[in-house]
DNA sequence: GTTGCCGGTTTGTCCGACAATCATACGATC
DNA sequence: GATCGTATGATTGTCGGACAAACCGGCAAC
């Protein structure tokens, strides 16, 4: 008795237009760097208005398909940037409530073998960088800003020492989201910084002698140590993240 | 002699617009669900034109932070959903010109110790998810379609099952770029079916057991399979993912 | 070689307009 | 009383046109 009809979906038009130019970038016909028309062509292209274009261009930009370079007015079709994405990831998982365990969780399952993996995959050039990071990292004096963002950045340069981009992107995220709490624990935990710092010295031996298992198990010890200073600093793991 | 001087940025207002919205949503000020004004009153409150405002929508629609709930004309505050974030993921690791290699390696990082925390803190409900998911899987005719999407779920009940958003995330953006590739190689590799069968019967079990070592493992060799059902299939892990 | 100016192009923003859709209320009909 | 039709107002999707500001390339001037 009760026909059922598949429900009908009515797009509009700048989703369309949207959808039309990033299923080009997304197979390649257009390719990154390559310039797109003026906002007036493709509206007259599409048949469409241009305040039309500019919803679609505004979709396509916030999803990092395009993009103006510095210095020019017509967009350009680019890959979006790891940080950029990562952002979109970061504010999802905010405001899905993950915990401060949620995230060590994940750091203790995806860091580890990232170390091992960079220490396999490294070059020489990812090796300088991670030595030039290690040594920011030690210069950094009270700046508890400064020594959130190196420790940080000491973990972005293992993962493009992977050469690995899922890894990498992985961890971007995770990294944005410890930020705000790892700031709250070097301030109120005196020993962390010395803790991490002696962690990732180990980390910089391991990468130089490709030692997969010393990197692998050096990283399980930092992560471990992240969730003793979180204690020491008596913030709560089962508090929800908080946005930088 | 050079005198420096630091990047000026200027934002156009529908960027502005924007960020100020998005601002509210991420702090909460404006909580999930709760109705957007309508785009004349936004245009007023910001004192720019409703294109303006409009371009701003479209921003924060495709960041997921709005939506149009069904039946109703206004905007109202949302969550991202996870699909959607995973779907914007998986573009950029495409255009990124992820490998086979580079996509089945962190699946041998991430998976295992999912199936591992599934085990562990999986609920009653989710079990039944599971062995809901197993069944149809196992059901499954020669709709290879089907069988892709059913293998797929599987893991995604397991990430629900570990009620850890970060993983169950994470693991997304893989399953999204893995399907493809799946789609060819149970065509192609006769034998793979009843591998993939195999596995994740095994990993049922060990859920119901909350067998965490056992989960971890199966899962382990499930992941290995794939490997070896790529080499059967006789794709190169080298080779560039290509889009679904 | 740098500077300044000029014309054409493109974007950012605005204004005004209108059809289609939806919410709501109010009767009308059975 | 429940369902339906209709009137009314609010809101979105889309359109057309407009204009200042910024940028580009070229050319002249210093």
């Given at each position: 008795m009760s026909v059922e009809f598949t429900q009908i979906q009515i797009e509009p038009a700048y989703r369309k237009v949207a959808a039309a130019i990033g299923e080009r970038i997304l197979s390649r016909?257009?390719?990154?760097g390559e310039r797109l028309p003026a906002e007036t062509e493709l509206a007259r292209q599409f048949g469409v208005n241009r305040s039309t274009v500019r919803e679609a261009l505004r979709e396509l930009e916030s999803r990092g398909l395009v993009q103006r370079r510095p210095g020019s007015k017509l967009m350009s079709v680019s890959r979006p940037q790891q940080a950029s994405v990562a952002a979109g990831i970061s504010h999802a998982l905010l405001l899905h409530d993950v915990t401060v365990r949620d995230l060590w969780e994940a750091l203790t399952i995806l860091e580890p073998p990232l170390a091992r993996a960079a220490a396999r995959a490294r070059t020489s050039e990812d090796l300088a960088r991670v030595i030039a990071a290690a040594e920011a990292l030690g210069a950094t004096g009270d700046d508890t800003e400064q020594a959130v963002h190196r420790t940080a950045q000491m973990f972005r340069c293992l993962g493009q020492a992977t050469h690995n981009p899922v890894l990498a992107l992985a961890q971007e995220p995770l990294l944005q989201l410890l930020e705000p709490s790892l700031r709250v624990m070097i301030d109120k935990v005196p020993q962390a910084r010395s803790r991490i710092l002696t962690a990732q010295r180990h980390l910089v031996e391991a990468l130089q002698a490709q030692d997969e298992s010393a990197a692998e198990t050096w990283m399980a010890r930092h992560i471990r140590d992240f969730k003793r200073g979180y204690e020491l600093a008596g913030i709560d793991l089962t508090l929800r993240l908080t946005a930088a």
């Open positions: 016909t257009l390719r990154e």
